[in-house]
């Protein structure tokens, strides 16, 4: 059996099994590449935090009723043990789920899982549509417009920045850092001269 904790292409692959959607499949990547960033950031395991990330939402599609509860059933046979899927389950604390965010990997999913979502709204609103000319500056000046990215949950992203003790500026600043490492991938990257040139 894979070891999916690890094995990135494994994990890849058992996602794919269950997640059909390109924009859950495109989230997924976004997440895993933060949680690989703040991984480095915190000095752990980068290809075990990206896997959790990678994998995060694997019931959703499936069971969006029931999402964060079904994960258990599906990852255990897999052989994946109990602290991986209940970093899992933790991202869906006070949503869907009562397994509360305690270890700093479940902190960091808990908190950057909503933030991608605001960040990727925001730079496809720039002249370049790329992450990378993206300030936390601009992130910010959307998040106090409520009627932008509704569906976004800001108070779990305040509520994840207070369990880390982080300025919010600066989880915003490190999840644009991790998104860029993908940017291609999730369909970030952009035009950078195009934008310089609508800015003129």
Known sequence: MPDYTRDREAAWQLLNEYVKSETLLRHSLTVEAVMRHFA????????LWGNIGLLHDIDFEM??????????????PQGLPEEFIRAIESHGYGLVHDVEPRENVEKVLFTIDELTGLVSATAL?????????????SVKKKWKQKSFAENVNREVIEAGASRLGKDLNEIIEETIKG??????????????????????
């Open 179 to 200: 998104m860029r490492t993908v940017a291609v991938a999730i369909g970030l990257e952009g035009n950078i001269e195009a934008g310089a040139e609508a800015g003129k």
């Open 40 to 47: 480095s950031l915190y000095q752990e395991d980068p290809d």
């Open 125 to 137: 609103l720039r002249p370049s549509k790329s992450l990378h000319d993206l300030t936390a500056k």
């Open 63 to 76: 069971y969006p009723d029931q999402h964060c509860r079904k994960t258990r059933e599906i990852l255990t």
